[in-house]
């Protein structure tokens, strides 16, 4: 299967940890996107990437968090000193770009579930 | 800025009778719209989008949806409901010229057997 990666799918931290979330998208895919979904929520936007360049970053993207994609393939997403409040679900897609990318849906991978006790 | 409204929390409906769920949006431009199926503890399945064209787009397992453009409106809708439809269903839309989806709330269709 050659669809969007996740890793770990469930993360279970204490309050003040650090948290790194790992992220594959579909290999021909440049443009990479992060969302988090809460309970009873839709998908709110993060930030995304074009190949290795963040082009758009969310105000609910606070400073604790940061997001790289060094190479342009893989991406990362850490959260510093974790809250109660960021339990959620982070939610990685890849789209590719161009014409083909503007009518392309984004490809979902499965989330990981983050738990902050 | 852009949003979706899906007015309806739940849906119920019983098997083999057609489903309707509910979506509006509000953006500036022309917008590309798109409909999303989540089961539990899973990431979102692509159903189906409106880019240009025919009002009516057909997508993924007999589901389609209709475009209104003048009541902002992207409802979708299957003539003949399954139990295993039963999920959360989100609606997006992203104005063109923009590289973000923006999602409504998501609404829970139940289909009884």
């Known amino acids: 299967d050659t669809g969007v990666s996740q890793d770990p799918r469930h993360k279970i931290t204490k309050r003040g940890q650090n948290v790194t979330f790992r992220c594959d998208p579909i290999?021909?895919?440049?443009?990479l996107y992060w969302y988090r979904q809460t309970l009873g929520q839709g998908p709110e936007f993060l930030t995304y990437?074009?190949?290795?360049?963040?082009?758009?970053k969310s105000r609910l993207l606070s400073d604790r968090f940061s997001a790289e994609r060094p190479k342009g393939s893989f991406s990362t997403l850490e959260i510093q000193r974790t809250e109660q409040g960021d339990s959620a679900m982070y939610l990685c897609?890849?789209?590719?770009?161009?014409?083909?990318?503007?009518?392309?849906?984004?490809?979902f991978g499965n989330g990981t579930r983050l738990t902050v006790t | 800025a852009q949003s979706v409204a899906q007015p309806e929390d739940q849906v119920n409906v019983a098997e083999g009778n057609p489903l309707t769920v509910k979506c509006t949006y509000s953006?500036?431009?022309?917008?590309?719209l798109f409909w999303y199926v989540q089961y539990p503890n899973r990431g979102l399945q692509f159903l189906l989008k409106?880019?240009?064209?025919?009002?009516l787009v057909k997508g993924s397992y007999g589901f389609e949806a209709e475009f209104n453009k003048s009541q902002t409106s992207f409802h979708l809708k299957k003539p003949s409901a399954l139990v295993s439809d039963s999920a959360l269903y989100f609606c997006?839309?992203?104005?063109?010229?923009?590289?973000?989806?923006?999602f409504g709330k998501g609404t829970m269709l139940l289909v009884s057997p």
């Open positions: 897609a890849s789209s590719p770009q161009g014409a083909a990318g503007a009518n392309s849906p984004l490809h």
């Open positions: 290999s021909e895919h440049n443009r």
């Open positions: 990437f074009q190949n290795e360049a963040q082009l758009e």
């Open positions: 953006v500036s431009g022309n917008p590309y």
């Open positions: 409106y880019i240009t064209g025919d009002n």
């Open positions: 997006a839309v992203r104005p063109s010229g923009y590289s973000t989806l923006t």
